[in-house]
């Protein structure tokens, strides 16, 4: 067991967890810690620099760290690496133009020796646009399926909706991606049901081995 998996085994004992968000810019990675949060998201500004949000989920405390997505900006990334227990990657599924940028940014992230071992969630985010990808076409452009040997990893389809749609968090986004045959248990796949709680998600996200 290296040093990493014993770092965060012995802080899921301490009940603390920390999560890194990140993506390009206009991804909607405010929006949706916003949302998680149970927070007004009608007036939403570019991050410059980096928000932290904490969320309370079976007496767990889970810090999420918002971290601007501005080219400009990217190379101060490695800054929030430090103790990251799990990853969320945020895309539009909508901007195609700008999937090959995103695939790039996400691979060379995670090369990090800092981010090695930590669970990757991908959000195929803003699917209530015309013509965004669906979650299935995002991880292929993604080339996600090359981590397979070497990182926990879960792509959901995400678009904003209210907080009913969602009965077990405060606030909840349909789930787009196609019904999985396999067991929700299985990384690669969201849990089989009509919708699905931002807040199972990270905490399986941070919980995995």
Do not use: Q
């Given at each position: 067991m290296g040093l990493l998996s014993i770092i965060r085994k012995i802080k899921r004992k301490e009940k603390e967890m920390r999560i890194l968000m990140v993506g390009l810019d206009n991804s909607g990675k405010t929006t949706i810690v916003l949302k998680i949060n149970g927070e007004d998201t009608s007036v939403i500004s570019p991050t410059l620099g980096f928000n932290i949000k904490t969320i309370q989920y079976q007496k767990y405390s889970l810090n999420?760290?918002?971290?601007g997505g501005q080219k400009t900006i990217r190379s101060y990334w490695r800054n929030y690496f430090e103790q990251t227990d799990g990853l969320v990657w945020v895309v539009d599924s909508s901007d195609v133009r700008r999937l090959d940028d995103c695939r790039a940014e996400l691979h060379n992230l995670l090369k990090e020796e800092r981010l090695a071992g930590s669970s990757l969630l991908v959000f195929a985010n803003k699917q209530d646009i015309q013509g965004a990808l669906?979650?299935?076409?995002?991880?292929?452009?993604?080339?996600?399926?090359?981590?397979?040997?070497?990182?926990?990893?879960?792509?959901?389809?995400?678009?904003?909706?209210?907080?009913?749609?969602?009965?077990?968090?405060?606030?909840?986004?349909?789930?787009?991606?196609?019904?999985?045959?396999?067991?929700?248990?299985?990384?690669?796949?969201?849990?089989?049901?009509?919708?699905?709680?931002?807040?199972?998600?990270?905490?399986?996200?941070v919980t995995q081995p």
């Open positions: 999420i760290w918002d971290v669906k979650p299935d076409e995002i991880a292929k452009v993604l080339n996600l399926e090359v981590m397979n040997k070497d990182r926990h990893w879960k792509i959901v389809g995400a678009a904003p909706t209210p907080a009913t749609a969602c009965s077990r968090a405060s606030t909840g986004w349909s789930r787009t991606s196609p019904p999985a045959s396999t067991s929700s248990t299985d990384l690669k796949h969201p849990p089989n049901s009509g919708h699905f709680s931002p807040y199972e998600l990270l905490f399986f996200l």
